[in-house]
């Protein structure tokens, strides 16, 4: 069940929650425990029985190997790590990548193999790289023991298994050890609920409804229609939009929930539109993701204790398997790619480091490249993203509705001379609907105060006020969130808001991932 249902608003967090506080009160933590491992497996099972076997058989597996390298650490424990790793990235290519490769060899020597058309287990790639990370750090000493009952609340606990954060198996087994972690306080309701909600209306109101622009471009285009250039832009725009705020929604719903059973998780968004360039973008977006890449791929490959040629190649190594990570495509592949040479590109110029571009333009070529990247992620096949690419420069044709020929006071023979067709109908969307509503969301992402900072008095997450310095400055301590009616009543209506317009059949965009 996704978190933006009425079986999840309505029935099992209230459940959840309750039984966790009953179970508080006149029970031993263990039960509380045993309490939130269950109902995790009930969240996870509710999307499929099925798969349910497969997360139970993972979790076994990998707890097996946890408990062997403590008896063997001495003289098999690499070893076993190893088999741990490769069972798991085994088991995920499995399910991930098996049809992909299968249909590119048949493809480049005209074979025949049929296809197995494995479907993909709900949130693998996130328990898996849980796992992966767990028996690392295990390994390292970083973790000494673990009982079974911690163990699964760290791999499957419902607000992060299907989607992120990809925690540090330390960070929430410390505070799974502590004994006022599960203790009842107002503020953790508190603190915890307006998260979920301000993360609820991103994503109802915000992301479902910007989306609608995007899904009709993409669709028209993937379709073979030649979409118009501003038309293009405005539905390139309007993804660019839906990704940010469906993924910040979740994000934010996902401490959310966590802080509700006194529980924080790391922060994982932090205002990456904001960012000055692509080294700044990912240590803003999918924070938790980029820290795994950086520690489990970037590193072990060397880093940068080679030198910078090395340095480049392993960024270009991770962006592009960061990018076929995220799905079994070759448009996922070149856009890991694309953001791969403009890393190595960034950090070369970094190094150089003679002339810095202003602030306002170094943003706006950083979107700029954002945007483009999206076009990729977002495509289905290569063919569509190329179809696209070819709108937003105007070589499928340039089209002019006739309104906005009267907004730009220019004449029809002039707008004709330029080789440029006038419309009196839009072609797929309505361009002028569609840039008013981004123009606004524009604004937002650029100079609004993200939530954690509005909240920062109250720390929602694990670093505290340490990603938010930067921006400390922009808003007055007497704006910032504190349980008080006006906040309250501010939460109400939100709240009210998003509950009308839930779109039962749309699910977070990170869950095919």
Same mark, same amino acid.
């Given at each position: 069940?996704?978190?933006?249902?009425?079986?999840?608003?309505?029935?099992f967090?209230?459940v959840t929650l309750?039984g &966790?506080?009953v179970?508080?009160? &006149? &029970?031993p933590?263990?039960?509380r425990?045993?309490?939130?491992?269950?109902?995790?497996?009930v969240?996870?099972?509710?999307?499929?029985v099925?798969d349910?076997?497969?997360?139970?058989t993972?979790?076994?597996?990998n707890?097996a190997?946890?408990?062997?390298?403590?008896?063997w650490r001495e003289?098999?424990g690499?070893?076993i790590?190893f088999?741990?790793v490769?069972?798991?990235?085994?088991?995920?290519?499995?399910f991930?990548?098996i049809?992909?490769?299968i249909?590119n060899?048949n493809?480049?020597?005209?074979?025949s193999?049929s296809?197995?058309?494995v479907i993909?287990?709900?949130?693998i790639?996130?328990?898996?790289?849980q796992?992966i990370?767990?028996?690392v750090?295990?390994?390292?000493?970083?973790i000494?023991?673990?009982n079974?009952l911690?163990?699964c609340?760290?791999?499957?606990?419902?607000? @992060?298994?299907?989607?992120?954060?990809i925690?540090?198996p330390k960070?929430?087994l410390s505070?799974?050890?502590r004994?006022?972690?599960?203790?009842f !306080?107002w503020?953790?309701l508190s603190?915890g609920?307006?998260?979920?909600?301000v993360?609820l209306a991103?994503?109802?109101?915000i992301?479902?409804s910007?989306g609608?622009y995007?899904?009709k471009i993409?669709?028209?285009?993937?379709?073979?229609?030649?979409?118009?250039m501003l038309?293009?832009?405005a539905?390139? +725009?309007?993804y660019?939009f839906q990704i940010?705020f469906?993924?910040?929604?979740y994000?934010?719903m996902a401490?959310g929930l966590?802080?509700?059973f006194?529980i924080?998780?790391?922060q994982?968004f932090?205002s990456?539109y904001?960012?000055v360039d692509?080294?700044?973008?990912?240590?803003r977006? @999918?924070?938790?993701?980029? !820290?795994?890449?950086r520690?489990?791929?970037y590193i072990?490959l060397?880093g940068n204790?080679?030198?910078?040629?090395a340095?480049?190649r392993?960024?270009?190594i991770?962006?592009?398997?960061g990018?076929?990570? @995220?799905?079994?495509?070759?448009t996922?592949?070149?856009?890991?790619?694309g953001?791969?040479?403009c890393?190595?590109?960034?950090?070369?110029?970094?190094s150089?480091?003679?002339? !810095?571009l202003p602030?306002?333009?170094? !943003?706006?070529?950083t979107?700029?490249?954002?945007?483009?990247?999206?076009?990729?992620?977002?495509?289905?096949t290569m063919?569509?993203a190329?179809?696209?690419?070819?709108s937003?420069?105007?070589?499928?044709?340039?089209?002019?509705?006739?309104?906005?020929?009267?907004?730009?006071?220019l004449s029809y023979e002039y707008v004709?001379?330029l080789?440029?067709?006038?419309q009196d109908t839009?072609?797929?969307?309505n361009?002028e609907?569609a840039?008013g509503?981004e +123009?606004?969301?524009?604004a937002?992402?650029l100079?609004?105060?993200?939530i954690y900072?509005?909240?920062?008095?109250?720390?929602?997450?694990?670093?505290?006020n340490?990603?938010?310095?930067?921006?400390?400055?922009?808003?007055?301590?007497?704006?910032?969130?504190?349980?008080h009616p006006v906040?309250s009543?501010?939460?109400?209506v939100?709240?009210?808001w998003s509950l009308? @317009?839930?779109?039962?059949g749309s699910?977070?965009?990170y869950?095919?991932f």
């Amino acid at each position: 069940m996704a978190f933006s249902t009425y079986i999840f608003l309505l029935l099992f967090l209230p459940v959840t929650l309750a039984g &966790f506080y009953v179970i508080y009160r &006149f &029970f031993p933590r263990r039960w509380r425990l045993i309490w939130l491992v269950v109902l995790s497996f009930v969240f996870y099972a509710y999307w499929s029985v099925s798969d349910l076997f497969l997360v139970l058989t993972s979790i076994a597996l990998n707890y097996a190997l946890v408990q062997a390298m403590n008896v063997w650490r001495e003289t098999y424990g690499r070893f076993i790590l190893f088999i741990g790793v490769s069972v798991n990235l085994v088991l995920l290519g499995y399910f991930k990548y098996i049809d992909f490769f299968i249909s590119n060899i048949n493809k480049m020597f005209d074979w025949s193999l049929s296809l197995p058309e494995v479907i993909l287990p709900l949130g693998i790639s996130f328990y898996t790289f849980q796992q992966i990370a767990f028996l690392v750090d295990h390994w390292k000493g970083r973790i000494v023991d673990i009982n079974i009952l911690n163990y699964c609340l760290c791999i499957c606990f419902f607000p @992060h298994l299907i989607a992120g954060p990809i925690i540090d198996p330390k960070e929430i087994l410390s505070q799974f050890d502590r004994k006022n972690s599960w203790l009842f !306080r107002w503020n953790h309701l508190s603190v915890g609920l307006t998260l979920f909600v301000v993360g609820l209306a991103k994503k109802v109101l915000i992301a479902d409804s910007i989306g609608v622009y995007a899904d009709k471009i993409f669709f028209s285009a993937a379709g073979g229609m030649n979409v118009p250039m501003l038309e293009a832009w405005a539905g390139v +725009l309007a993804y660019t939009f839906q990704i940010y705020f469906d993924f910040s929604g979740y994000s934010d719903m996902a401490v959310g929930l966590a802080r509700m059973f006194g529980i924080r998780f790391p922060q994982n968004f932090n205002s990456p539109y904001q960012a000055v360039d692509l080294i700044e973008f990912w240590r803003r977006w @999918h924070i938790t993701l980029s !820290r795994f890449l950086r520690n489990h791929v970037y590193i072990p490959l060397g880093g940068n204790r080679q030198g910078k040629l090395a340095s480049y190649r392993n960024i270009f190594i991770t962006m592009t398997l960061g990018g076929l990570w @995220h799905g079994a495509s070759w448009t996922y592949v070149f856009w890991g790619m694309g953001h791969g040479v403009c890393l190595v590109l960034n950090h070369a110029w970094r190094s150089w480091g003679r002339w !810095r571009l202003p602030d306002g333009l170094s !943003r706006f070529i950083t979107l700029l490249a954002v945007m483009f990247g999206w076009v990729l992620f977002r495509a289905d096949t290569m063919t569509t993203a190329i179809n696209i690419f070819k709108s937003l420069f105007g070589l499928n044709g340039i089209f002019l509705h006739q309104k906005w020929i009267a907004k730009l006071g220019l004449s029809y023979e002039y707008v004709a001379s330029l080789g440029i067709e006038i419309q009196d109908t839009y072609t797929v969307i309505n361009t002028e609907q569609a840039l008013g509503w981004e +123009l606004f969301l524009l604004a937002v992402v650029l100079w609004v105060p993200n939530i954690y900072t509005w909240m920062s008095r109250y720390s929602p997450t694990l670093q505290g006020n340490t990603l938010l310095q930067a921006e400390e400055s922009r808003m007055l301590d007497r704006f910032k969130w504190y349980p008080h009616p006006v906040y309250s009543l501010i939460l109400a209506v939100l709240t009210v808001w998003s509950l009308t @317009h839930i779109d039962q059949g749309s699910s977070f965009l990170y869950f095919q991932f």
